[in-house]
């Protein structure tokens, strides 16, 4: 499975074996841009939270449970349309339904591929991986606008923790491995635009940066520790809780600063260790699901 | 003579509680070693309202009872949203086994979860000595009495429950939980009740200041209190908010309430800033859901 184009701004620092990068090299993966109105933010984030509609659980192999999505533009107008693709974004009867998100997202001027208002609920997780990975190499960029959020929900790549804080907009260059979670809630509102290079994406994104304040860097973890994990994992497993065995691992990748894929192979590991050959193999299958084989 | 309608509305109506109930009996009872869940408390009286919170008493195998108490703050923080680990809890009526409170995320709203575990050779007369109501019940093979060891090893383990001194952490969980507690009797008109947690309260930050600066006291309950602690100015400042927040009067209102629990967490913070640390993102959600309740949305646009 081949990774999504990386970005024409710089060429990418090569991520270390533990995944933490250097302030600069994560300021290249996710960083703040322009500042937004507030007042008009605030009349948008009315809108996601007034407007009533079914919430869409799309992508159910990258998340917990908790994830839920709708569109506002993508290629055939029906807001429950969900998975991403390339191609030509027009509006959706949803969107049709907010004026002033409409008016807002308009006036960026931005070209759109796809936008998503996007809930994180409590105790839910976007687990590590890569995106775009199904897409072509066609040059892209996400950005996120949090509407609501906590002190408990981040983004997690390289080793660092990355809270977007409203008021913002926010670069996420995706094809680098990293997970989202709302850890306590309460429950979290971005907007997810996905759209290809033009004047106006040039102009916003001309300064970013990331603020010291933005970033919690991740300890790791001593062996000792791991080893402990698992085995409290695999005692959930035998005590008939496989599913919390399993995100109780995984979780630990929000928590501490690990190696791409990591919290997979402590699953595997897991697995094995109580003798479980096929559910081994199944989350080594999903890592490369995850993770784009590297 | 029933009416559909009426049926209808009654099923509209029922309590967030009740499904949270169903869903989390399907949660525990997944493991095979839970043989008994029973409910307990207002759900079973027919006296719950909004704000009554879900009373389990589970029956776990001997065999898996340890092991079972190791994971549980897990099994809640991963399967039913708890913001923080489980209060040990020092109030409920004693069952042969050890009780834990959690706050836990449903629906958008903070619950209070009760959680009790006994070995499953002491669960089968849990109704007749508590009034609880059996949700669920699963036929094992029928095993000779407890070895002698494995019962030692149970009771090792409750007796660690009931006995170990609580940790620095544990005393700001206890401090949130009855916090939450008191909100509730707030609420309902509940003076008694509130008077009493709200001793509980005053008693649990100050052990935790003598916990963080008097770890080594000889001394018992209040007694030599200022003496012990007031020999750094750190101390003093806690004797003195400590001083304030047992002069004030139980709070009645909700804003007397928060503010209590400000100078609670102020007082943690200069005794054992390492545990609010700890639990800061806990807290913050805390406050958080708090707010939500009464209108609020935390962290939106500023």
Not at chain 2, 98 to 111: C, D, F, H, R, T
Not at chain 2, 142 to 152: H, Q, Y
Request: one cysteine or more; hydrophobic letters at 45%; glycine letters at 6%.
């Amino acid at each position: 499975m081949s990774a999504g184009t990386i970005s024409r701004h710089e060429e990418e620092e090569p991520l270390s074996t533990l995944a933490t990068l250097s302030p600069v090299a994560l300021a290249r993966q996710i960083a703040r841009l322009t500042p937004l109105d507030t007042d008009m933010l605030g009349r948008v984030c009315h809108e996601v939270l007034t407007v009533p509609s079914r919430w869409v659980a799309g992508y159910g192999e990258y998340q917990s449970g908790g994830w839920w999505t709708l569109s506002l533009y993508n290629h055939n107008g029906d807001a429950a349309d969900v998975t991403i693709r390339d191609g030509v974004a027009v509006e959706t009867a949803l969107l049709r339904l907010m004026p002033a998100t409409r008016a807002f997202l308009r006036d960026l001027g931005l070209t759109y591929m796809w936008v998503r208002i996007a809930k994180l609920c409590a105790n839910s997780f976007l687990w590590e991986h890569r995106d775009y990975a199904e897409l072509s190499d066609r040059e892209r960029s996400r950005l996120h606008i949090p509407l609501v959020t906590n002190s408990s929900a981040f983004v997690v790549t390289g080793g660092a923790r990355v809270h977007l804080s409203p008021g913002h907009v926010w670069q996420l260059l995706p094809t680098h491995p990293h997970g989202a979670c709302n850890l306590l809630g309460p429950a979290r509102l971005h907007l997810i635009l996905d759209c290809y290079p033009n004047k106006a994406f040039e102009e916003l994104a001309g300064r970013p940066a990331l603020a010291e304040s933005d970033v919690t860097w991740l300890s790791g973890i001593p062996q000792d520790d791991i080893d402990a994990s698992v085995e409290k994992a695999s005692r959930l497993a035998r005590l008939g809780y496989p599913r919390t065995a399993e995100r109780s691992l995984l979780r630990l990748f929000f928590n501490r600063a690990l190696p791409d894929g990591c919290a997979y192979d402590l699953v595997v590991r897991m697995y094995e260790s109580i003798g479980c050959a096929d559910q081994a193999a199944e989350w080594t299958a999903k890592k490369e699901v995850m993770l784009g084989g590297r | 003579m029933g009416y559909a309608a009426i049926s209808e509305l009654i099923t509209t109506n029922h309590l967030a509680v009740f499904e949270l109930l169903e869903q989390a009996t399907d949660v525990i009872v997944a493991s095979p070693h839970v043989t008994h869940v029973y409910v307990r408390g207002s759900l079973v009286h027919g006296t719950a309202d909004r704000l009554s919170d879900l009373d389990f008493v589970a029956g776990v195998t001997d065999e898996q009872f340890c092991d079972f108490c190791d994971v549980l703050d897990v099994l809640m923080e991963t399967e039913f949203n708890a913001i923080l680990p489980g209060w040990r809890d020092s109030i409920v009526f004693p069952m042969g086994g050890i009780g834990y409170v959690y706050l836990i995320e449903s629906g958008g709203k903070l619950q209070q979860l009760d959680f009790y575990v006994l070995p499953a050779s002491r669960a089968a007369d849990i109704p007749i000595r508590t009034g609880a109501r059996l949700v669920f019940s699963r036929e094992l093979p029928a095993a000779a009495s407890v070895a002698p060891e494995l019962e030692a090893s149970v009771e090792r383990r409750i007796a660690d429950g009931r006995t170990r001194k609580p940790s620095l952490v544990e005393r700001v969980v206890e401090v949130l939980v009855l916090a939450l507690m008191i909100r509730k009797r707030i609420r309902r008109g509940q003076f008694f009740l509130a008077y009493g947690e709200t001793h509980m309260v005053r008693t649990a930050v100050k052990e935790l200041v003598k916990t963080a600066l008097a770890p080594y006291s000889i001394y018992r309950g209040w007694y030599r209190l200022e003496e012990e602690l007031g020999v750094t100015p750190l101390g003093q400042a806690c004797v003195r908010d400590l001083r304030a927040l047992v002069a004030a009067p139980p709070p009645e209102r909700e804003a007397d309430l928060d503010a209590m629990l400000d100078r609670c967490l102020r007082i943690a913070n200069i005794a054992a800033p390492a545990a609010t640390e700890e639990l800061a993102l806990g807290i913050d959600a805390y406050r958080a859901y708090l707010e939500m309740g009464a209108g609020a949305t935390m962290e939106a646009i500023p």
